[in-house]
């Protein structure tokens, strides 16, 4: 293993095998990856909020699902990752405040996951694996010298996708 990329929340970076890139603590945050499986040569960005559209100050692009995920796929396709062969994953997403009514601060992690799927189809890059929703935390890795995502909760076995 090489060696271990942090990113923090609203934050993005990219990695190559054998480097691993991680991020702790997702909550109702989401955990992106983009990966090229030929070049090894992957990116994740922690973004918290759907639509910087909907902001004033969102002068931090990785913040928002939207921007974050253009940038990332900047950065990815920069670093020698081929856009016809990326793949993405995401994790996080959950529910972690229980909210009464229909507010929409308990249901951020539901749309944070719904805008990755969105800005996906946009690009046309496919999903091909998810670990989202339910009310936990979950901190992210992925392997770049193999694609694999784990996925790390506490008092919970870990997750491979």
Do not use: W
Not at 73 to 94: D, T, Y
Not at 112 to 122: D, P, R, S
Request: hydrophobic share 40%; glycine share 12%.
């Amino acid at each position: 293993m090489g060696e271990v990329i942090k990113v923090g929340m609203a934050d993005l970076n990219v990695c190559k095998a054998p480097n691993v890139i991680t991020t702790l603590g997702l909550g109702s945050c989401i955990g992106l990856t983009f990966y090229d499986p030929v070049t090894k040569v992957g990116g994740l960005v922690h973004y918290m909020l759907p639509d910087s559209t909907k902001v004033r100050n969102n002068s931090n692009v990785a913040k928002f699902a939207d921007t974050g995920i253009d940038e990332l796929l900047k950065r990815v396709l920069a670093s020698g990752a081929n856009r016809g062969r990326l793949v993405a994953k995401i994790a996080g997403g959950a529910k972690m405040f229980e909210v009464s009514g229909l507010s929409d601060v308990g249901n951020i992690g539901a749309r944070n996951a719904e805008a990755a799927k969105e800005k996906l189809k946009q690009l046309g890059i496919r999903l091909v694996a998810q670990d989202t929703g339910l009310n936990y935390g979950r901190t992210v890795e992925l392997h770049c010298d193999t694609g694999e995502f784990y996925i790390k909760s506490v008092g919970k076995p870990l997750k491979i996708i």
